[in-house]
């Protein structure tokens, strides 16, 4: 079983910004997915490695970019203007061959890191 590994997470005030790292990252597809308690895990964005596709979620749209550094084999979300409700753990999640429809569910990601907190405070 494959093992992503998430960095960069912690406590910022809002409007601040924060870079989550994960590695490795030779996938076909690559995303970031958070989940805040007693809620269901939602997608933040996602990244089609092959073509360079993206997908984000409406209420991050503007505000947060996933991209990728081949070079370091490293998966990068960039997150500005942070807001309160983005308080979560953010995992790193990827998937090995091509899947049908875009964007992915959730159920469509083989790998899965451990999660790394993001904690927003008004």
């Known amino acids: 079983q494959a093992q992503l590994i998430e960095s960069g997470g912690g406590s910022v005030q809002a409007g601040g910004s924060l870079r989550l790292s994960c590695t490795p990252s030779?996938?076909?597809?690559m995303a970031w997915f958070r989940q805040a308690p007693g809620k269901e895990r939602e997608v933040v964005a996602i990244l089609y490695i092959d073509f360079g596709g993206t997908y984000y979620a409406a209420s991050v749209k503007g505000r947060i970019t996933i991209s990728r550094d081949a070079a370091k084999n490293t998966l990068y979300l960039e997150m500005n203007s942070l807001k309160p409700e983005d308080t979560a753990m953010y995992f790193c999640a990827a998937r090995r061959g091509r899947w049908a429809a875009w964007p992915l569910p959730v159920s469509a990601f083989n790998y899965w890191g451990q999660g790394t907190q993001v904690t927003v405070s008004s």
């Open positions: 030779g996938y076909t597809y």
